[in-house]
T-cell receptor, first 109, second 112 residues
Framework: AQRVTQPEKLLSVFKGAPVELKCNYS??????LFWYVQYSRQRLQLLLR??SRESIKGFTADLNKGETSFHLKKPFAQEEDSAMYYC???????????FGTGTLLAVQP | SAVISQKPSRDICQRGTSLTIQCQVD?????MFWYRQQPGQSLTLIAT?????????ESGFVIDKFPISRPNLTFSTLTVSNMSPEDSSIYLC?????????FGPGTRLLVL
């Protein structure tokens, strides 16, 4: 079955602390993995994708095919990082996204 | 990038009625999708809106319940038919531009 699992509904950290949002997936084939973010009162937007291998707003995510994981990390959380984060996958060239249930990141001052 | 607008932004409807949601994009796009996000749940793909042909529905979604129109490359509508309280959700359209998927602001629907 094709599935994205985000085990944490809520992750609360203090400003300056490291952050890791977990994402595991199940997919037959080679998927593309994404992290989407939704800030308060804003629309859902792409944060990063695994094929880009880039760091956006200090966040990185490494695809681990052995563990079928795509965890999102940031070494030092900022208050403006507080948002809902969704992990998603799609089959190559299909663009049909399968989303996880999301993790609400709350960065405390 | 793409700028997407949806109408209405929210609505409260009575069961048994239908609501049509509009999605407008500021540029011509080939791929357009409709998603649903039920309360406390993740986004689920309803269908791919195809220009000039019938929409392609995902498992669990049917045309009679969610008819979709795509008259051109900048516009689509999704109708939620014969609504029940279980249809209370946020409905979002999305488009793909330069291999990036952009989402509309969503339509928040409450069915009483």
């Amino acid at each position: 079955a094709q599935r994205v699992t985000q085990p944490e509904k809520l992750l609360s950290v203090f400003k300056g602390a490291p952050v890791e949002l977990k994402c595991n997936y199940s997919y037959s084939g080679s998927p593309e993995l994404f992290w989407y973010v939704q800030y308060s009162r804003q629309r859902l937007q792409l944060l990063l994708r695994h094929i880009s291998r880039e760091s956006i707003k200090g966040f990185t995510a490494d695809l681990n095919k052995g563990e079928t994981s795509f965890h999102l990390k940031k070494p030092f959380a900022q208050e403006e990082d507080s948002a809902m984060y969704y992990c998603a996958l799609s089959g190559r060239a299909t663009n049909k996204l399968i989303f996880g249930t999301g993790t609400l990141l709350a960065v405390q001052p | 990038s793409a700028v997407i607008s949806q109408k209405p932004s929210r609505d409260i409807c009575q069961r048994g009625t239908s609501l049509t949601i509009q999605c407008q994009v500021d540029s011509q796009v080939t791929m357009m999708f409709w998603y649903r996000q039920q309360p406390g749940q993740s986004l689920t793909l309803i269908a791919t809106a195809n220009q000039g042909s019938e929409a392609t529905y995902e498992s669990g979604f049917v045309i009679d319940k969610f008819p979709i129109s795509r008259p051109n490359l900048t516009f689509s509508t999704l109708t939620v038919s014969n609504m029940s309280p279980e249809d209370s959700s946020i409905y979002l359209c999305s488009v793909v531009v330069a291999e990036t998927q952009y989402f509309g602001p969503g339509t928040r629907l409450l069915v009483l």
